[in-house]
Structures are given as structure tokens and as C-alpha cells.
């Protein structure tokens, strides 16, 4: 079984261009996760999906952080325009909607400039 | 923010040791996970403990759960360098809405060879 993929798994920007990432989750898994890592901390929630909604996007900034799950399987996570703060590791996970255990995907490093 | 705080912040230790980590949290929780992190990759769920157990094994694994001291520990018996990781507790929230994790900033170990 294949586990979550993402991609790319580094990418380096400028600051104030726009940059997304991709997450394609373990097969039938319908609840999928973004998280965020900063360096010498624990993940930290940015949006939970359940199938295609949103149910909890409390910690997504807003101004500046965009995601969507069209068809309920992939995700694409967008930051535009990047700020220097944004570098980190954003990290991909998914579930089965009544499991509370989570399968992570690899991580894309972002290097913001 | 921040549900866990994992102790100690580093340990190091020779190849055939056992290693303890400990996690403290704050609020009330339906239960509590390790999960383990190699260099520049993702999380790997390794055991789940509820809160009504008191401990649990998993192989070389045992998790201590005092839900009367919000505290967990982990011990990682007759230790191997592949279990050099960061290791993290993560809680699963009463109330913070289901299957949704708030990890600790984790515990860095290195298994001497």
C-alpha cells in the first residue's frame, strides 16, 4: 500500500511569490491534514478536512494561506505571497475518518528568501 | 499551540540502554499518542494509549498513562541506533473536536552504536 505522497519535497522561493504544495493521501482515507513544522517543534494544525470540507481551518492564516480537496482525495496547499516566516516543513497526513491514528507523508521543506 | 511538553528535550544514550521520555499536558483528553520522527521524514504513529488504560505495550514499547497528573511516559527497552528520532506525544483533545492531535515539541533521541 502505498503511504501519503507529496511534492515537491524542497522548494526555495523568494519572499512575496506564491508557492503551493501538492498531497495525495493513503487510498480511501477520507480525512486529510496540513500541518506545519517549524524546526525543533511538534507539527501544529493548519486545516483538517473530511472528505472535500473544511471542518476545521482555525489555524489557516487566511490572508495568505489557501487550500482545497476538490473530489475529496488530493490537496493542494497555497501560500501567496510568502513572508520569511513561512519556512518550515509542511507536512501531509490523512486517516480514516473514525481512526485516530494518522499516516504522515515525507514533508515539503520551504525555504522562503 | 502547544498541548504537550515532552522531557527531556535531548537524551542520549548507549546502544542496549533504555530509554524513558515523558510527556505532561494540560487539559483533559479522550487519549494520548507517540509517534516518531527520523531526520527529514514524516511521523510514524507508533502506539496509542486512551484514557481510561493505565499502560500499554507494543514490542519493545511501553507507555505509561496517569491521567491523574496529565502525564505520559514512554520507555523504548534494550535500545537500537534505528531508534535514533525525535519522538512526540500528541493528544486527542475532549472537546477540540474528534481525531484532531495537538503534538508536543518532542524529545530528540540518539542511540549511541
Known amino acids: 500500500e502505498a503511504g501519503v505522497v507529496q511534492s515537491p519535497r524542497y522548494k526555495i522561493i523568494e519572499k512575496k511569490q506564491p508557492v503551493a504544495f501538492w498531497c495525495n493521501p493513503i487510498s480511501g482515507h477520507n480525512t486529510l491534514y496540513w500541518y506545519l513544522q517549524n524546526l525543533g517543534q511538534g507539527p501544529e494544525l493548519l486545516i483538517r478536512y473530511e472528505n472535500e470540507e473544511a471542518v476545521d481551518d482555525s489555524q489557516l492564516p487566511k490572508d495568505r494561506f489557501s487550500a482545497e480537496r476538490l473530489k475529496g482525495v488530493d490537496s493542494t496547499l497555497k501560500i501567496q505571497p510568502a513572508e520569511l516566516g513561512d519556512s518550515a516543513v509542511y507536512l501531509c497526513?490523512?486517516?480514516?475518518?473514525?481512526?485516530?491514528?494518522?499516516?504522515f507523508g515525507p514533508g515539503t521543506r520551504l525555504t522562503v528568501l | 499551540s502547544q498541548q504537550g511538553e515532552e522531557d527531556p528535550q535531548a537524551l542520549s544514550i548507549q546502544e542496549g540502554e533504555n530509554a524513558t521520555m515523558n510527556c505532561s499536558y494540560k487539559?483533559?483528553?479522550?487519549?494520548l499518542q507517540w509517534y516518531r520522527q527520523n531526520s527529514g521524514r514524516g511521523l510514524v504513529h507508533l502506539i496509542l494509549?486512551?484514557?481510561?488504560?493505565r499502560e500499554k505495550h507494543s514490542g519493545r514499547l511501553r507507555v505509561t498513562l496517569d491521567t491523574s497528573k496529565k502525564s505520559s511516559s514512554l520507555l523504548i527497552t534494550a535500545s537500537r541506533a534505528a531508534d535514533t528520532a525525535s519522538y512526540f506525544c500528541?493528544?486527542?483533545?475532549?472537546?477540540?473536536?474528534?481525531?484532531?492531535?495537538?503534538f508536543g515539541k518532542g524529545t530528540k533521541l540518539s542511540v549511541i552504536p
Open positions: 487539559t483533559s483528553i479522550n487519549n
Open positions: 497526513a490523512s486517516s480514516y475518518l473514525i481512526s485516530n491514528e494518522q499516516f
Open positions: 494509549i486512551r484514557s481510561n488504560e
Open positions: 500528541a493528544t486527542d483533545r475532549r472537546g477540540a473536536g474528534s481525531y484532531q492531535l495537538t
